[in-house]
Every structure is written in C-alpha cells, then in structure tokens.
C-alpha cells in the first residue's frame, strides 16, 4: 500500500466502505510508516475527527512498536535542540488510555489505532469546533482512486461535480438549512445549481470557498504544499483565518501553506486559462515552468504508481503537457526527452535518476 492509498483508505473510514483485506494492508502499511507519513495520513483527515469502530483490533505488540516509534522521534527532536510542544496523544494500553504529551517532527498531529477503535487526535485551531459540528450532516463519500476514470457526481440540489484522480467529496444525503456544505480532498470542478438563499460552500484544507452559482475547479490536494481555486464565470469568495479573497471570472487563487496546520496565504492572479486548468477532465495536463517533482505527483495520481528518486536528481523547472490516454511509458519518455532525467518502470513504481 501506497502512501496515497494509505490516505485514500482512511477517507472510507467515514461510511464504512472498506473490506477486511484493505484493512489488514492499512495496519500493515501503518506500521512501517515513516513519521512524516504518518503526520501526512493525520493532515489529511483532519476533517474525520471522531471514533470508528473497526471489525478488528491491532495487537499489543503493534501499538507498542508505534508508540516506540513516536518516543524516538521525541528523543531525536530533543537531541537536535529541535523540540516543540505538540498535542497530546493519547496511549494506548489493553487496560484503558492515558494520556502522556509526545513530540511529533513536522510539528503535526497522529493517528494511532486503539483496541477496536480509530482514535484521531486532532489539532487545536481556530474555528475547528464550528467546522467539526458543521461537517457531521456530511455522511457520504465519492470517491476516485489514483489512476481512475474522471468521476461524476450529480449532488440533491442538482449541482454537478467531477472528480480528479485521487480525490475524495464528502456530502450530505439532501441538503438542507442555511448552507449547502461539501468537502473536498484532491481536485474537482463543479457546476453549481443557483440558490441565492443557500450559498454553497467547499471546505479545503484550512479554507473554505463560498459560492452562490457559478463554474470553478478546485485543486487540494494533501500531498501538495499549495491549492488553487480557478473561477470560469460567476463569483467566489475564499476564506482562509483572516484572509479573504473574492475572484472574479478568469482568476485564480491560490492558498500557499507554510506547514501542517498554518493557514494558508492567499494570493490572485489574473488572465488564467480555464481551459487549461480544467483540462484533465479531458485528459490533458499543461505546466507552465514547473519544476518536475510535482508534475510526478500529479504522475503518480493519474496513473496509480509510486514515485522514487536517486541521489543527486535535479529537479528543475520546465514547460509541458501530457494527455492521459497515451500511456505512463509514453509519457515518462516524452518527458525525459526535454530534460536530463532518466524514468525507469519498475511495476507500479517509476525510479527517477540522473543522466
């Protein structure tokens, strides 16, 4: 299991959509994560605050090899003069929980499992308790995993969506009250159904975009350091801490995050091509001077495999696209032909190295 399939499955935790097979390869997974990972699967689903009974618990043995792992990260962050306070995490013992503080790198959160069930300890912020209480009624999830087909949704409103790879919205059965809430991890475009007296409303990663009939794509993705919202015509308000921003047709913000839980800065641009964002609906990926790290990632979305790179790989800045239907070998050598890269397909892993 993937780092991406690992943050996929976590996401079907919500409504129980998961077999006892993926569940074994999650534990698995889990524990030979690396810390950053496992601050990364925390990051992710922030948003699925709360307890899931699980059809099984890990043994005493595992929680203890991770809780080892946590206690070593604490003493290497205090050896390197490089400590920082972090949420208490809840430990995990057969006869019940205590509660010890434990240092996390990437100054992060944790998932840990407990004895039959999913504890998530979720970082503090402000406004998370409005927003977790908001995102209860949002019981459903569609889904499309890294490398499938464009996905398409027709909400209770009438409101469309279409989901990029590796992407997951979370909805309510009907909607109702004053707001029309969803949430999205990964990338979508929507076409929103006019309804002046219930804005709808895409919670993202520590912002929100507010809507009240329009066309725009949204990219936000966990792995990814920014995330991007691109208006085609209408009007959207992006609302991010303090900051706020409305767009107009053509424009794009963009929400840069500095680290893990550290709302995002937003900035707007002008003259974008909706065309081009909104492009991988069709199958076309355009990068404009982009370096070659996060167009692998994008890659690894579209095509399901994992990434890994040798020593002394540069990673520099380039103009390309790609069309999905041609094929991961295809792509990689039209990509390797403009830079000095060498692409190795080694099953469902791409190795990256130097000329």
Request: aromatic residues 8%; glycine residues 8%; negative net charge.
């Amino acid at each position: 299991m993937s780092l991406q399939e690992a943050q996929q499955f976590v996401a079907h935790f919500i409504t129980g959509d998961y077999t006892p097979e993926e569940y074994a390869a999650f534990l698995r997974w889990l524990k030979g994560a690396t810390v950053e990972e496992l601050t990364r699967i925390a990051d992710t689903h922030e948003s699925l605050h709360g307890n899931w009974s699980l059809s099984g618990a890990p043994s005493a043995e595992w929680v203890t090899q991770l809780e080892q792992k946590l206690d070593k990260v604490k003493l290497d962050r205090v050896i390197a003069g490089r400590e920082e306070e972090m949420a208490p995490v809840l430990r995990m013992r057969p006869g019940g929980l205590s509660r010890r503080n434990v240092w996390m790198a990437a100054a992060s959160i944790v998932i840990l499992l407990s004895t039959g069930t999913f504890i998530y300890i979720r970082k503090a912020g402000s406004g998370s308790a409005d927003r977790q209480s908001r995102e209860k009624a949002l019981t459903r999830a569609f889904s499309d995993p890294r490398g499938g087909e464009i996905k398409e949704l027709v909400l209770d409103d009438g409101s469309k969506v279409w989901l990029n790879a590796a992407s997951t919205l979370k909805y309510p059965p009907r909607f109702s009250g004053s707001e029309r809430l969803v949430e999205l991890s990964g990338e979508a475009y929507f076409e929103v159904a006019e309804n002046p007296g219930s804005p709808f409303r895409v919670l993202i990663r520590d912002a929100e975009v507010e809507v009240l009939g329009t066309h725009f794509d949204v990219m936000a993705y966990d792995d990814e350091s920014i995330s991007r919202t691109t208006l085609v015509d209408g009007a959207v308000k992006i609302k991010s801490g303090g900051d706020s921003a409305t767009l107009e047709p053509r424009q794009q913000a963009e929400l840069v995050y500095s680290s893990p839980g550290v709302d995002g800065v937003i900035h707007v641009r002008s003259g974008i091509d909706p065309k081009k964002t909104m492009g991988w609906k069709d199958g076309s990926f355009d990068f404009v001077e982009t370096d070659v790290r996060s167009i692998m990632r994008v890659v690894s979305r579209t095509y399901n495999v994992d990434v890994q790179y040798g020593p002394n790989t540069p990673n520099p800045n380039v103009n390309w696209a790609f069309y999905r239907p041609d094929g991961l070998s295809r792509v990689l050598k039209q990509l390797e032909s403009s830079i000095d890269i060498h692409f190795k397909i080694d099953g469902k892993t791409v190795i990256v190295t130097p000329i």
